[in-house]
Every structure is written in structure tokens, then in C-alpha cells.
């Protein structure tokens, strides 16, 4: 059984920067592309970030340069450094494969940037 948990969000102030976590269990971050998404209210959720396989990266042209994706597979564990956050940057952050499966979301971590 496939589980991810995010962690790692809070209320930060504009300019500011968090580093959100996603713990892996029942799959193998090191053999899937996985990838941070985030959802606002009355809105889609959004791919973020993604790192492949083979350790290759690509943003959403509003977090170019801004956010960073990651992995540690010894720790099964993705992570997202988020610099420079802005309050359009303010939802709920989750991980997933990607493509993403339906029933691999958790519970996600909020974050909330303050203007």
C-alpha cells in the first residue's frame, strides 16, 4: 500500500522560504517520477515540480528559479525548497507520482504566505 506524507508547510511572510518534505512508503521514489502539485480553493490542482527516474527536473514557468525539487532515496523522501514565496504561492501542497495516481494523494501540507 502506497502512502505519501507531506510535510513541512506554515505561514511565512512574503519573501520568505519553506522546505516541504513528502515521505515515502510502498514505492520507490528512486524507480518513479514524482512530482509536487498544489491546489487553491474553487481551483485545479496544479503540477509544481517533477524530478524523473533519473534525477531530471522541471517547474511550472512560476516557480522557475524560485523552487527546487529533490530526493533522498536512501530516505525514500522528496522534497520541495521553496525561496522567495510569494501569497500567489499560498495552497495546498501535495506529492504524488506523475503521472499522478488518484488514490496515492495524502493529506497535503498547507502553506501560506502572507503579503
Known amino acids: 500500500q502506497v502512502q505519501l506524507v507531506e510535510s513541512g508547510g506554515g505561514l511565512v511572510q512574503a519573501g520568505g522560504s519553506l522546505r516541504l518534505s513528502c515521505a515515502a512508503s510502498?514505492?520507490?521514489?528512486?524507480?518513479?517520477?514524482m512530482a509536487w502539485y498544489r491546489q487553491t480553493p474553487g481551483k485545479q490542482r496544479e503540477l509544481v515540480a517533477r524530478?524523473?527516474?533519473?534525477?531530471?527536473?522541471a517547474y511550472v514557468d512560476s516557480v522557475k528559479g524560485r523552487f527546487t525539487i529533490s530526493r533522498d532515496t536512501a530516505k525514500n523522501t522528496v522534497y520541495l525548497q521553496m525561496n522567495s514565496l510569494q501569497p500567489a504561492d499560498t495552497a495546498v501542497y501535495y506529492c504524488?507520482?506523475?503521472?499522478?495516481?488518484?488514490?496515492?494523494w495524502g493529506q497535503g501540507t498547507q502553506v501560506t504566505v502572507s503579503s
Open positions: 504524488n507520482s506523475q503521472p499522478a495516481v488518484p488514490k496515492y
Open positions: 510502498g514505492i520507490w521514489i528512486s524507480s518513479n517520477a
Open positions: 524530478i524523473t527516474s533519473g534525477g531530471v527536473t
